[in-house]
């Protein structure tokens, strides 16, 4: 109802909501699912009736969740080099043909991955799997649990891989869409070199405000702090530079880099791009798109047209210095590292 009909709740209704936080709770699980509730949906519905005191709301809601997450960086950046390290050691064959007509969508969540997905999958060949996280799984327990990684290995990654979402449709074409997938994306086109990646981004602090404005508990572990989020963006874009370089030549033509500004500024000509990469013959309908159902929080925006609402935010000024800070250093850490 806040989403999507604000205008259901007056002033009054929204002071009795408030009281709730009040309550008793069971547990600590409750609380943050009760109170998080309550402070996201105030939030939305303060936002879309220009109340400004809907920064404030959604600050008290994301600061009940980060107290509740207790989120690790260090554990990721262990994690990220260490996949880094072992990825260089690969020796690279190119005998493998596996992964044609697989699409892998990837990018920063609320970078518009819903979108682009929304686009390809209206055509009547393709199935989309949604945010799976089978290839992530997959290529995590092995690398993890591999001293040397090898191609042989990864190429027995890709067939299973295969071999699981040839259970789920008999259509031509597959879209894999966890964002995730771009943290592995050098170990996938070993696994898959046939396979495409489609990569979105998105202006850093336009992406960091709309993760802010979610209500991610579980899902997503760094959304409740500008400053983990300006954190993860530079890890993000660490590894696209990581992988830029480290590809073979055959490989870095199967990626194909898509602006969410360009995507929303220009529609029907980056369409046609995407269209053309993905070797799609025909051109999205947009009937279907608008019907096209997705499990995340971008489903009410993906299912509108397209529009740039969502451009240059400005919400949030007190924590953009805080941010740039933040993602500066991170970069640095990571120039340093790799």
């Not at 259970?167 to 869409?177: G, H, N, Y």
């Not at 696209?240 to 360009?262: A, G, I, R």
Request: charged share 25%; proline share 2%; hydrophobic share 35%.
């Amino acid at each position: 109802l806040a989403s999507n009909k604000p205008d259901f709740f007056q002033q009054d209704e929204i002071e009795k909501i408030l009281k709730l936080k009040n309550q008793n709770f069971q547990n600590s699980h409750e609380k943050v699912n009760v109170l998080s509730s309550i402070y996201f949906g105030i939030g939305k519905i303060y936002e879309k009736k220009k109340n400004t005191e809907f920064e404030n709301i959604y600050i008290e809601g994301n600061n009940i969740i980060k107290n509740f997450q207790r989120f690790n960086m260090f554990n990721l950046q262990k994690k990220i080099l260490d996949s880094i390290n072992k990825f260089k050691e690969i020796n690279y064959k190119s005998e493998n043909s596996l992964g044609e007509n697989i699409i892998f969508i990837s990018g920063m969540p609320r970078t518009g991955t819903t979108l682009l997905e929304s686009i390809i999958a209206s055509n009547k060949n393709v199935f989309s799997g949604g945010e799976m996280v089978l290839m992530t799984n997959l290529i995590e327990d092995y690398v993890l649990k591999n001293d040397a990684p090898n191609i042989e290995g990864l190429k027995n990654i890709g067939q299973q891989y295969i071999d699981r979402i040839s259970e789920i449709t008999r259509l031509k074409i597959f879209i894999d869409k966890m964002p995730d997938n771009f943290f592995y994306l050098g170990y996938i086109l070993y696994a898959l070199p046939k396979a495409k990646i489609i990569h979105i981004e998105r202006d850093p602090w336009d992406n960091a405000i709309s993760l802010f404005k979610q209500r991610y508990i579980r899902n997503i572990h760094y959304s409740s702090s500008f400053f983990n989020i300006a954190l993860q963006i530079a890890n993000h874009d660490a590894l696209k530079e990581f992988w830029h370089s480290s590809l073979p030549s055959n490989l870095k033509t199967q990626v194909f880099s898509v602006s969410y500004e360009e995507l929303v500024s220009n529609p029907d000509e980056m369409k046609t791009k995407i269209i053309e990469f993905c070797e799609i013959d025909e051109i999205e309908n947009s009937s279907k798109r608008e019907n096209f159902f997705s499990r995340t929080a971008s489903m009410s925006q993906v299912r509108g047209e397209i529009h740039q609402k969502s451009l240059k935010k400005r919400d949030f000024s007190e924590f953009y210095e805080q941010f740039q800070d933040a993602y500066n250093s991170q970069k640095e850490y990571w120039n340093n590292k790799i």
